[in-house]
C-alpha cells in the first residue's frame, strides 16, 4: 500500500469513526426521551433537549471532514458513492436526534406521563423503533447490505400498526376534536420544517455568495429563585463572567427581596465581579418575552412553580444548590458562599459546555 492509499484509509476511517460516534449520541438520544415520556423523567428529558447541541457540533465535524476528504483525495467510484451516503446519512442522524428533542419536550409539557392503553402502544412502538434505529446504524456502520434490506422490512410493518393506532384515536367520542387536532399539529409541524429548510438555504445562500459562515447561537439564559437576593445573582454573574460571548444572562424572582444579600455582594466583589447595578428584580415576562428564552434555571424549587406555562422550546432545569448563608460575614458565611460560587460555577460550566462546546466563549 503507498503512502497516499494508507493516508486515504485513515482519513476515511476517521471519517467513518466519526459517524459511528454520531449515530451512538442520536440513538441515546431517542431512548433517554422515550423514557423520559414515558416515566415523567422531567430532567431527563431537559438533559435530552440540552444534549442535542453535541449533536449539532458532530453534524458539522462530520461535514467539514467530508468536503476535506473530496478536495483532497478527488475520490471516485465506491469511495464517492460511500462519501455521498455518508452526507445523506449525516443529515439523517440531525433529524432523528431533533425528533429526540420534540419527544423530549413533549415530555416537559405533559402533566403525568401516558398511561393506559396508550402508553401500552407507545412502549410497543417505541421499542420496534428503537430496534430499527440500532439495526440500521449498525448495517451501516458495517456497509452490510444485507442486514439493511431485512431491517427496512420493520418499517412497513410499524406503518401499518401506526394505521391501528390512528384507528383507534378516531374511535374516541371526541373523534372529530381529536382529527382536527391532529391535522392542525401535523400542518404547523410541516409549516415549521419548511421554514428552517429555507432558513438553512438562506445560509448557504450567504456563504456562497460572500464567504461567511453562519455565526455562533447565543442562548438566553434566566436564572430564579425565591427572592433574586443572593443565587440567583451568583448564578448570573458567574455565567456573565466567564461566558460572556456564549448567552444574554438574566435573573429574577417570585417576589424580590428590598435589598441584595451583603455578604453575597462583598464576596462578589472579592472575586472581581462588579455589584453596582445589581438589584434585586420581580419576574415581569410577558408569555412572547418568556418564548424566546432557550434556558431556564431554577435554583430553589421546580421552574413550573415560578411560570403556569413554559414555552415548548424553552429547557426547564433545576438546580438543588441548597440555601444561602443569612446573617452578617463571618468565616461560616464565608465558607457556605464559597461553596455555593463553586458549585454553581460548576453547574454553569456544564451547561455553557453543552450548549457551545467545551471551547464556549
Known sequence: ?????????????RIRKHVSDMAGLVETS?????????????????????????????????DQLCHRFIALHLPSAGHLRLLSSVIRANIELERIGD??????????????PPSGNMANELERVGSE???????SIQAFNELNAGMARSTMVLEEQMENDLDIIYAELMANDDREAVKNLLAIFAVFTQLKRVADQAKNLCEETVFAATGDTKAPKVFKILFVDEDNSCLSQMAEAIARKNYPGSGFYTSAARKAAGKLNPVMLQFLESHGISTTELKAKTIDLTPLELTTH???????????SYFENIPFHTTPLEWDVGQPPAGEENDETTRRLEELYREIALQVRDLMELLRGEEAP
Open 1 to 13: 500500500m503507498t503512502h497516499y492509499e494508507e493516508r486515504l484509509d485513515k482519513d476515511l476511517s
Open 30 to 62: 431517542i431512548k433517554n426521551a422515550m423514557h423520559a415520556l414515558q416515566t415523567g423523567n422531567k430532567q431527563l428529558a431537559a438533559a435530552t433537549v440540552l444534549g442535542d447541541h453535541a449533536v449539532n457540533r458532530a453534524m458539522r465535524d462530520i
Open 99 to 112: 425528533y429526540a428533542v420534540t419527544i423530549a419536550r413533549e415530555a416537559l409539557q405533559l402533566a403525568m
Open 129 to 135: 423503533t428503537q430496534l430499527m434505529l440500532r439495526q
Open 294 to 304: 432557550h434556558v431556564i434555571v431554577s435554583l430553589q424549587g421546580p421552574v413550573k
